[in-house]
């Protein structure tokens, strides 16, 4: 009885050691003795125990915050720079064969290409034209990353930051830009009201009634406030109405 439940104990313990399971969004990577087998899962299945070795991989996409860098774009300008990557596995059995740490190797490749490609662009793209550089960058990480069964689909900047000094030269600039669009802006105002003045001078003096109109629309106008007291030139010929008809003939 003691052999039996002896060569039992052992079965349950080999049964144990040999049944693995593997979640959904895992792969299980089995070496048989160093040499690779290849990658199971999901699910429940088999190794031999002590002999294969099980490496699990996620095939979840993963984001990875690359840390900041400090460097110098293409105009000379001193900024610090920081971004995230998402990327996931592809190929489980690469991931683990071709590239020691698959996550320590894209992170340090994302941070020498951060530093390359923001060092060959200027300021103003770095912070208007942000997706194209972002695009730049994905592209480059997954070419690089590609062999190891890594898929990078997206890079973003998630930080720029300059220096205190820039950022007052460039408030200054906007400042200095927004007064200039305001004076032009007057000025072009000025010069329709010039034109549409100059349009009416001209009906005004082909009809000489329409300035005596005028004279009694503004009198219109100013009768409407509370005045006690109006001034107003009076046009010669209203009073020559008035006048006698030998003071006409005179005149």
């Known amino acids: 009885m003691s052999i039996l439940f002896t060569v039992g104990i052992i079965v349950v313990i080999f049964l144990l050691a040999a049944i693995r399971v593997v979640r959904e969004y895992e792969r299980g990577v089995i070496f048989r003795l160093g040499r690779l087998v290849g990658a199971k899962g999901p699910g429940l299945f088999f190794v031999i125990p002590f002999v294969d070795q099980l490496v699990k991989v996620g095939l979840r996409v993963m984001t990875m915050d690359v840390p900041k860098q400090e460097l110098i774009?293409?105009?000379?300008?001193?900024?610090?720079?920081?971004?995230?990557?998402?990327?996931?596995?592809?190929?489980?059995?690469?991931?683990?064969?071709?590239?020691?740490?698959?996550?320590?190797?894209?992170?340090?490749?994302?941070?020498?290409?951060?530093?390359?490609?923001?060092?060959?662009?200027?300021?103003?793209?770095?912070?208007?034209?942000?997706?194209?550089?972002?695009?730049?960058?994905?592209?480059?990480?997954?070419?690089?990353?590609?062999?190891?069964?890594?898929?990078?689909s997206a890079v973003e900047i998630k930080e720029v930051t300059l220096p205190e000094e820039l950022k007052r030269a460039m408030a200054r600039q906007a400042e200095t830009e927004r007064e200039r669009r305001a004076k032009i802006i007057n000025a072009e105002g000025e010069f329709q009201a010039?034109?549409?003045?100059?349009?009416?001078?001209?009906?005004?003096?082909?009809?000489?009634?329409?300035?005596?109109?005028?004279?009694?629309?503004?009198?219109?106008?100013?009768?409407?406030?509370?005045?006690?007291?109006?001034?107003?030139?009076?046009?010669?010929?209203?009073?020559?109405?008035?006048?006698?008809?030998?003071?006409?003939?005179?005149?």
């Open 73 to 152: 774009t293409r105009d000379n300008v001193p900024v610090t720079v920081d971004a995230v990557v998402y990327f996931r596995v592809m190929n489980p059995e690469e991931a683990v064969t071709k590239v020691e740490n698959y996550i320590l190797a894209t992170s340090l490749i994302s941070q020498t290409t951060l530093r390359s490609v923001v060092g060959q662009s200027e300021l103003d793209e770095l912070l208007i034209h942000r997706d194209k550089i972002n695009e730049a960058l994905q592209k480059i990480i997954d070419e690089k990353t590609d062999p190891w069964g890594i898929k990078v």
């Open 194 to 251: 010039a034109e549409k003045l100059s349009q009416a001078a001209k009906i005004i003096a082909e009809n000489p009634i329409a300035l005596q109109l005028r004279y009694l629309q503004t009198l219109s106008d100013i009768s409407a406030e509370n005045a006690t007291t109006v001034v107003f030139p009076l046009p010669m010929e209203i009073l020559q109405a008035f006048m006698p008809r030998n003071q006409k003939e005179e005149g």
